[in-house]
């Protein structure tokens, strides 16, 4: 299998004034905010070089959390020029900063200053901006200026989403189906031929010729083989019962090529004399009194006609209630129609099955549709949504519709489709990626570490930014 990558694109929005436009001079140089646990840190490293502070001046530099009505004011960083930082030192009652802040004065600064503050995460900070409120003070406490700058337009700006990787399906060179189903045909007693307007066979018959003309009539489809299986239940002895199981279906046989005239050998039947094996699922299933005895019988070495009769002596009641409740529907015939479906080439043209009978796709074909599509787009997810319909118990099908699950943020489902999609790399890596998203991390490693180990090269990736999934960095914006 061809492995192919859907990549999410995360966009942000990070906003940094120019240092060019503040009065002091001081530009970011980098900063970084991550949430880790509990906690969050933020780190800024201020650039000194081109400072602007005069003699009797003091800048202010404070990183501020806000989110509506809710923020926090975090330590300030402090310039101050000489004069201001002898005065200041004798009036510390006076200062603009506090003694938990950062202070320097102007000649001993360092031409780059790391900031870092460490506080605890509330719930009211998902989404949160980040801004710096730049102030000015002169001689007496006089403010000089007051600037706002943002830093951060929104933390996280977005969770961290793992790639999802799907796998496109092998190639289906032949589409052979089959249609399945059964009738129960009611002869009269001891006889074989079949009578249509008898009891309801008209019904019955319809099953299989209305089973016939729902491929027949079908363009795309080519009938390729017909089988007819007939049984009858155990109530007469063996012999009889195998002159009637045969006779009947070689009857259904003769009804159907006289309706059709399919080929020579185009169908082939065969027969079960009793049905032992439905009266046994029959009676599992049942509240009879003697359940588990008449299952005991059922299941021992007797011949046929013996066990009938064991049956019918030992509990007579519970006899006669499966003769009236049971044996009608163990005489059944079982028919199976085989037939291909050519194929479908462009997306135009399997777009146009999907919405009609998307039952006629193979699942390579509803990848190749997917690929017509942009990865994630509504139109691309349901043509995986589709797709898993058709083929519920495929291992990729299963794979990709999980994917698709979890980029529509539907865990549960894409859980329910992961259970099935067997334990290939990329199951074990959408299986990985699925705890990354529940933030369940100690539940994620084990599968991406056995999917790296199998040949998965993102699942390193995603262990390796599974503890930054809470970061924003200067680097976002470039």
């Given at each position: 299998?061809?492995?192919?990558?859907?990549?999410?694109?995360?966009?942000?929005?990070?906003?940094?004034?120019?240092?060019?436009?503040?009065?002091?001079?001081?530009?970011?140089?980098?900063?970084?905010?991550?949430r880790i646990g509990d906690s969050v840190r933020l780190d800024i490293r201020f650039n000194t070089t081109e400072l602007d502070i005069r003699n009797n001046e003091v800048a202010v530099l404070t990183p501020m959390i806000v989110k509506g009505d809710e923020n926090i004011t975090l330590r300030s960083c402090g310039i101050y020029s000489r004069m201001r930082d002898i005065y200041y030192t004798r009036n510390e009652h006076l200062a603009p900063t506090t003694d938990t802040?950062?202070?320097?004065?102007?000649?001993?600064?360092?031409?780059?200053?790391?900031?870092?503050?460490?506080?605890?995460?509330?719930?009211?900070?998902?989404?949160?901006?980040?801004?710096?409120?730049?102030?000015?003070?002169?001689?007496?406490?006089?403010?000089?200026?007051?600037?706002?700058?943002?830093?951060?337009?929104?933390?996280p700006y977005e969770r961290y989403k793992p790639e999802m990787i799907y796998l496109r399906p092998e190639v289906e060179v032949v589409k052979t189906r089959a249609l399945r189903g059964s009738a129960y045909i009611d002869f009269p007693v001891s006889r074989t031929e079949i009578?249509?307007?008898?009891?309801?066979?008209?019904?019955?018959?319809?099953?299989?010729?209305?089973?016939?003309?729902?491929?027949?009539?079908?363009?795309?489809?080519?009938?390729?083989?017909?089988?007819?299986?007939?049984?009858?239940?155990?109530?007469?002895?063996?012999?009889?019962?195998?002159?009637?199981?045969?006779?009947?279906?070689?009857?259904?046989?003769?009804?159907?090529?006289?309706?059709?005239?399919?080929?020579?050998?185009?169908?082939?039947?065969?027969?079960?004399?009793?049905?032992?094996?439905?009266?046994?699922?029959?009676?599992?299933?049942?509240?009879?009194?003697?359940?588990?005895?008449?299952?005991?019988?059922?299941?021992?070495?007797?011949?046929?006609?013996?066990?009938?009769?064991?049956?019918?002596?030992?509990?007579?009641?519970?006899?006669?209630?499966?003769?009236?409740?049971?044996?009608?529907?163990?005489?059944?015939?079982?028919?199976?129609?085989?037939?291909?479906?050519?194929?479908?080439?462009?997306?135009?043209?399997?777009?146009?099955?999907?919405?009609?009978?998307?039952?006629?796709?193979?699942?390579?074909?509803?990848?190749?549709?997917?690929?017509?599509?942009?990865?994630?787009?509504?139109?691309?997810?349901?043509?995986?949504?589709?797709?898993?319909?058709?083929?519920?118990?495929?291992?990729?099908?299963?794979?990709?519709?999980?994917?698709?699950?979890?980029?529509?943020?539907?865990?549960?489902?894409?859980?329910?489709?992961?259970?099935?999609?067997?334990?290939?790399?990329?199951?074990?890596?959408?299986?990985?990626?699925?705890?990354?998203?529940?933030?369940?991390?100690?539940?994620?490693?084990?599968?991406?570490?056995?999917?790296?180990?199998?040949?998965?090269?993102?699942?390193?990736?995603?262990?390796?930014?599974?503890?930054?999934?809470?970061?924003?960095?200067?680097?976002?914006?470039?």
């Open positions: 299998m061809r492995r192919v990558l859907a990549i999410l694109v995360i966009t942000a929005t990070i906003v940094v004034s120019a240092s060019a436009q503040s009065h002091d001079g001081i530009r970011v140089d980098r900063y970084s905010m991550e802040d950062m202070r320097f004065r102007e000649r001993g600064v360092p031409a780059t200053i790391d900031y870092s503050v460490v506080l605890a995460y509330t719930d009211w900070m998902e989404n949160c901006s980040v801004v710096i409120a730049r102030q000015g003070y002169g001689c007496c406490g006089s403010r000089l200026w007051n600037e706002c700058e943002e830093l951060i337009a929104r933390f009578y249509p307007d008898y009891h309801d066979n008209r019904n019955e018959l319809h099953k299989i010729t209305g089973t016939i003309d729902s491929v027949k009539n079908d363009s795309d489809i080519t009938i390729r083989h017909l089988s007819i299986k007939g049984f009858a239940s155990p109530e007469s002895p063996y012999k009889n019962n195998t002159r009637l199981a045969k006779g009947r279906t070689a009857s259904l046989k003769a009804y159907v090529e006289d309706m059709y005239h399919f080929g020579e050998g185009f169908i082939d039947t065969s027969y079960e004399p009793e049905n032992w094996e439905g009266l046994e699922a029959y009676v599992e299933s049942s509240a009879l009194p003697h359940r588990n005895e008449i299952l005991a019988a059922i299941r021992s070495d007797r011949e046929p006609d013996n066990k009938e009769w064991f049956i019918k002596s030992n509990w007579p009641d519970d006899y006669r209630y499966l003769l009236d409740n049971c044996y009608p529907r163990l005489r059944r015939s079982d028919y199976v129609i085989e037939y291909e479906i050519r194929s479908y080439t462009t997306p135009e043209e399997i777009e146009a099955v999907m919405f009609t009978a998307p039952q006629k796709l193979s699942l390579e074909e509803f990848y190749v549709l997917a690929e017509s599509y942009e990865q994630g787009s509504e139109a691309y997810n349901e043509v995986w949504e589709t797709a898993i319909r058709m083929y519920p118990t495929d291992p990729v099908a299963n794979l990709n519709a999980a994917n698709t699950a979890m980029i529509k943020g539907d865990y549960d489902r894409a859980m329910r489709y992961l259970d099935k999609a067997g334990d290939s790399a990329e199951a074990l890596y959408g299986r990985g990626v699925l705890e990354v998203l529940r933030e369940d991390f100690d539940a994620a490693r084990p599968y991406l570490l056995e999917a790296e180990r199998m040949g998965i090269t993102k699942a390193r990736e995603v262990l390796d930014n599974i503890q930054n999934r809470w970061i924003v960095t200067s680097e976002d914006t470039k």
